[in-house]
């Protein structure tokens, strides 16, 4: 499957180029920065809305047709592959070798893994695999001259030089594009289970957030669903809702022996809690998928926000009154609150309401450093700018800034898309 | 002329740091100094001038900013228990022991994580937090006297990080004195903030990008169940061939251990677990999670271990009984001296299912040049630790130990693995770093160091192969393998 040519930026149309090797990725790269053009780092083209509009003419490079298998030693749970391929190719690869990446992927037959790692994705298995920081052992970019880096290696445990896989991961294609990864995987569990927890009122949400923490199970998932994601889940994994209100979702892997346990015991740990039976969800592949792929229609307006876990369910709440419609689905574990609404939210009201959310998300009553965060995701074009995305700078922009100085001098690649200054 | 030089240097120095760190603060008589040369890796030595115990983020600012003004190189060191040179004051200069820091400042549970000043020493975390069901997951074997701030610098494993991970999968954030003296926050408690991941690069840099000043770590609650086997096998291979299958099987262990004839017999002699001293090999295999399952988990690994010809199988039946293993395990480095005046540990890595196929060329190598190899490791991560035995005061031997250990590290880059999976690179390993790495990867890494570290000053001489421009090897010193005398 390929992108739409000139592929839209954030209302910019780039011309798409699809070198078929790394080093044909490399020229083009040493092409581009010779003719003073940008490069913009493109995958399936998914999650190009985040970050900011492109600054200066320049060609999308795209890695698609890097998407070999270069070494998969199924016995060592590793995989090295090239970051053009798609989420679901590889989820096939391994697949029958019994084996995952858990990271979940919202469309993951046109998503790659490189926009996968450029993007920090995740979603709800997050609380119990971590994120792509956890699993990326080895990583190869393409530097500013074209020609490719590498850190890290092919073994599970290795010290030896500086983690730039790391630096890459979440950096929006700034530093570089990516285009060679080897992962550490999972076994795939022998069974799985996703939980309906109804909670309606707004009072319940809390106990049942400070229940999970510490009770008897050990979720994968522990997600808080407003009434319109709650609908919008229900509509797309095929179930009925019990109620209209919020919904809990808890979500359990491992022996079939363990996951049975483990639902039995969340069903009598809240029964007195929740606002009706606590049911679990069968044919819960597409469940999962309905989970992994919530994030609101096409062109709605999309925040991503963060707190300490413990301040998940306030923020919630916060973000669920913040445009008619609006959906939002909160990971507990992880303080991670995602929330869609309102297309046609315009730049002033839009930055009106992101500067009370923030504000919210920055409660004054926090030291600096427990401070959260709050991300506008998707937007239209016009009203994005970095004031508004990712709102006020932190202590630590600068050095960032002076990374991305180091490593891209020139600006070349992704120019004007992330924090101020990257 | 120029000693006099020098000499007022060093007198502005002392009196410029004692009115930061005050007289008892800091140290620079030869004898006292004599301690701070040299690390876990004794083979290269250098002393510093001055060593500061500073007591705050703010008297850490101050000694590096004095530094900064007279052009003194400086480095950050724990407790001192890196095996590969990680403390060694390459410039000399000032060495900022970060002993005095070791608060927990807070631990919020609810909020899964704790803030522990740098010279907090790794089982202190556990110890806190133990009674409320959580714990720190890293756990080095050294973690009775190793610091978070040293785990933050060498991105330190240890035996459950099979399972958990390694020392980068647990930290949340890091406040950091930068080698200029600016003093910055690095991630936090909130996941994510929008920006690089600084704390995933800072962790396992070596002390090369400053000075961190305080850590956020994630703490783990603990699992409902453990398991602990012990399989006795009559030969390494089978062992080695156990754990190969019990990866391959998806079993996921919370730790997987090796220890090898030669290590047994001097551990068993130090702590008297009952170990036979006619096993080829044993392999401590643990398994952890809910109750529910977890004794299916165990019966499939006693399978498998006995179907690869184990002797025999047996279960630690109480608490203590896996404490004394786990004792035996981790300190059994300590019981290395047993075995001969000297000895020199490596860390290299392979892929799990090279493990069978690397010892038995370790054996090739150890025959070869008759030095006797022990072998104790993290075997399901695919992390050796050989032990070369020796006596330091034969010349001869010291050479072979080299040469072997040489050609061990090598084995394990050509069977594509590493030269080290948790010491770090040190000044030890330096000179393997451009066979790990192109000139443009090493040039990469440069850029990103000078980022952090534009004067050069904070840790000079580690990581990378030469001072600013990494992309010309190496060669004016000689190779120095992972020699460890004993204390």
């Known amino acids: 499957m390929s992108v739409q040519e000139p592929f839209d930026i954030q209302g910019h149309g780039v011309a798409v180029k699809h070198p078929a090797t790394q080093e044909e990725y490399g020229q083009l790269v040493q092409e581009a920065a010779r003719g003073g053009q940008a490069v913009y780092p493109l995958g399936g083209g998914t999650r190009q809305y985040l970050g900011l509009p492109p600054v200066k003419p320049g060609v999308a490079l795209c890695t698609r047709k890097l998407d070999r298998v270069i070494d998969y030693p199924a016995r060592d749970m590793t995989v090295t592959v090239e970051l053009g391929m798609t989420v679901a190719r590889l989820r096939e690869v391994l697949a029958a070798e019994n084996q995952d990446l858990p990271i979940d992927c919202p469309d993951p037959e046109r998503a790659t893994l490189g926009g996968l790692l450029a993007t920090n994705g995740s979603g709800s298995r997050r609380h119990g695999y971590g994120t792509p920081r956890d699993y990326l052992l080895g990583l190869t970019a393409i530097d500013d001259h074209g020609r490719p880096t590498k850190s890290g290696g092919r073994v599970v445990k290795n010290v030896a030089g500086y983690d730039m896989g790391k630096l890459h991961i979440g950096a929006l294609g700034t530093l570089g594009p990516l285009v060679q990864g080897t992962f550490k995987l999972k076994p795939r569990p022998e069974a799985t289970a996703l939980c309906l927890v109804p909670l309606g009122a707004d009072e319940r949400l809390e106990a049942f957030a400070n229940h999970l923490n510490q009770g008897r199970t050990r979720p994968i998932s522990m997600d808080l669903l407003s009434p319109g994601a ?193 | 002329m120029t000693a006099t030089l020098a000499e007022d240097k060093t007198a502005t120095l002392l009196g410029r740091l004692t009115k930061i760190v005050g007289a008892d603060g800091l140290i620079s008589s030869p004898a006292e100094l004599m301690v701070y040369e040299c690390d876990g890796y004794t083979m290269e030595k250098n002393r510093p001038e001055v060593v500061v115990f500073p007591r705050s983020t703010e008297e850490i600012v101050g000694v590096v900013k004095v530094c900064n003004e007279l052009g003194v190189p400086f480095l950050p060191r724990g407790s001192g228990t890196s095996l590969a040179g990680g403390c060694l004051p390459v410039g000399g200069g000032v060495i900022i022991s970060l002993a005095r820091m070791r608060k927990i400042l807070e631990v919020d549970i609810r909020n899964r994580y704790a803030l522990v000043e740098p010279g907090v020493i790794n089982m202190w975390l556990t110890n806190r937090v133990k009674g409320d069901g959580w714990h720190y997951a890293p756990d080095p074997s050294s973690q009775g006297a190793c610091t978070i701030g040293g785990n933050v610098a060498t991105n330190s494993g240890g035996p459950h990080t099979l399972k958990y991970g390694v020392t980068v999968n647990h930290i949340l954030g890091v406040e950091l004195v930068l080698p200029d003296g600016r003093v910055i926050q690095i991630g936090g408690p909130v996941e994510e903030a929008p920006g690089y991941d600084l704390t995933g690069l800072v962790v396992g840099s070596e002390g090369t990008f400053g000075v961190v000043s305080k850590v956020w770590v994630r703490l783990v609650r603990n699992p409902q169940s453990v398991r602990t086997l ?125 493990l069978p196929e690397m010892l038995r060329i370790m054996h090739e190598i150890s025959k070869r040049h008759d030095i006797r190899i022990a072998n104790i490791f993290h075997a399901g991560d695919g992390n050796m630790h050989p032990i070369l035995l020796f006596d330091e005061r034969d010349p001869s031997q010291v050479q072979r130990v080299m040469e072997a250990s040489h050609e061990i590290l090598d084995t394990c880059l050509k069977l594509g693995g590493s030269v080290t999976g948790e010491h770090g690179i040190g000044v030890e390993k330096i000179d393997f770093m451009p066979k790990l790495f192109s000139p443009d990867d090493l040039m990469a890494m440069t850029r990103v160091r000078q980022a952090f570290n534009p004067s050069g000053l904070c840790s000079p001489g580690k990581m990378l192969p030469t001072a600013g421009a990494c992309s010309e090897p190496s060669s004016a010193r000689p190779l120095k393998p992972g020699r460890r005398a004993p204390h």
Request: charged share 25%; with cysteine; hydrophobic share 45%.
């Open chain 1, 230 to 422: 709650a609908r919008e889940f229900a509509r797309m994994a095929g179930q009925t809702l019990p109620n209209a209100g919020w919904l809990g979702l808890v979500g359990f892997d491992g022996a079939e022996v363990a996951v049975r346990w483990q639902v039995q015991n969340l069903k009598d740990e809240l029964r007195s809690m929740a606002s009706g039976e606590v049911v679990e969800l069968l044919s819960n592949a597409m469940a999962w998928e309905a989970l992994a792929a919530l994030g609101g229609p096409h062109g709605s307006t999309g925040l991503r926000a963060g707190v300490l876990p413990g301040e998940t369910v306030g923020l919630a709440r916060a973000l669920e009154t913040w445009a008619p419609a609006s959906g939002v689905v909160a990971h507990l574990g992880a303080g991670i609150v995602n929330a869609w609404g309102d297309p046609d939210t315009s730049r002033e009201p839009l930055m009106a309401q992101v500067e009370r959310l923030r504000h919210l998300a920055q409660p004054k009553r926090l030291a600096q450093s427990k401070s959260g965060w709050l991300v506008v995701t998707r937007s239209a074009p016009s009203a994005r700018d970095a004031r508004m995305v990712f709102g006020p700078g932190r202590e630590d922009h600068p050095l960032m800034a002076e990374i991305k100085r180091q490593l891209d001098p020139g600006c070349l690649f992704n120019p004007g898309r992330f924090l101020t200054d990257l």
């Open chain 2, 230 to 354: 012990l399989g006795i096998f009559e030969s390494i291979d089978d062992a080695t061939m156990t754990i190969s299958e019990i990866i391959g099987a998806g079993i996921v262990p919370a730790a997987l251990e090796m220890l090898d004839n030669l290590i047994l017999g001097a551990v068993e002699e130090a702590f008297g677990f009952g170990f036979p001293l006619d096993a080829g090999a044993v392999l401590i295999m643990e398994v952890d999670g809910l109750e529910a399952g977890i004794d299916d988990e165990a019966a499939r690994i006693e399978a498998i271990a006995l179907k690869n010809k184990a002797r025999k199988v047996s279960r630690a039946n109480t608490e203590a009984e896996r404490m004394l293993l786990w004792k035996s395990r981790k300190q059994a480095f300590g019981a290395v001296g047993r075995l001969a005046p000297s000895y020199c540990t490596q860390d290299g890595v392979v892929p799990r299912t090279r």
